[in-house]
């Protein structure tokens, strides 16, 4: 499994080119989106609320969701995956608690959305997607974003990128049954894992941070994800 650098460029003034030669009613409605779905519901972070503004998320969906594109849903994205609805995408991201020197790792890459929105934050996102399409797809969009930053790979993400560990934060878009122990292990000390665990019907999301003196759990909310594949599905449950 082999990393690419991708987007070395950044064409939006801050970041990335995220907002570049668009429509103007995207912003619009990308501000209402940012307004009502997730500063009305608690999330404070302004680091977090810019780079929601900011990101196109009708760029990341097929053009037959792209009118749907910020409303407050998840949205089908092929190979039975789905984007997150924009609350979960940064109520996640603001419980990562990121600094702008931060590194990354993302599990499930999926279209890529979750991906810009992170580097907009951090020096640096190394990310996984175990389905080859998808994986083509974000590469795709994030290349014409300009996104900078970014390291993906195609592969199954149970164990991780151990070779560009440790990582200040890890955060995963679908949901294994426990923990995977190698992304505890690339965690830096004070790093932080948010991460859906559980069957599909009785997910917790949870934001787990090590420390020297252990690790330590906190359940943020009750979420559904699509399932882990791949190595989560074989391994047996903690």
Do not use: N
Not at 5 to 13: A, F, H, Q, V, W
Not at 37 to 55: C, H, K, Y
Not at 90 to 118: F, H, K, N, W
Not at 127 to 150: D, F, H, N, W
């Amino acid at each position: 499994m082999a990393g690419l650098l991708i987007g070395l460029g950044g064409g939006c003034g801050q970041r990335s080119g995220a907002a570049d030669d668009e429509d103007p009613r995207w912003e619009r409605v990308r501000a209402a989106m940012v307004e009502r779905q997730i500063a009305a519901r608690g999330v404070r972070d302004a680091r977090v609320l810019e780079a929601m503004r900011r990101v196109p998320r009708h760029r990341f969906v097929p053009a037959a969701e792209r009118d749907a594109s910020y409303e407050d849903r998840p949205l089908r994205i092929g190979a039975g995956q789905t984007i997150s609805q924009p609350y979960i995408v940064a109520l996640m991201t603001e419980a990562c608690q990121l600094g702008p020197d931060d590194r990354v790792l993302e599990i499930g890459t999926g279209s890529g959305y979750q991906t810009a929105v992170l580097a907009e934050l951090v020096g640096e996102v190394y990310s996984i997607e175990i389905v080859p399409e998808l994986a083509e797809s974000a590469r795709r969009t994030l290349e014409e974003l300009a996104v900078p930053g970014v390291h993906l790979r195609t592969g199954d993400g149970y164990r991780g990128w151990p070779e560009a560990a440790p990582f200040d934060a890890v955060l995963v878009t679908a949901a294994p049954d426990h923990v995977p122990q190698p992304l505890l292990d690339q965690l830096a000390e004070g790093g932080r894992l948010v991460i859906p665990v559980g069957p599909e019907d009785d997910q917790r999301l949870l934001r787990i941070v090590k420390s020297a003196q252990g690790i330590e759990r906190e359940m943020l909310a009750p979420v559904r994800f699509v399932p882990m594949t791949g190595e989560a599905q074989r391994e047996e449950k903690e």
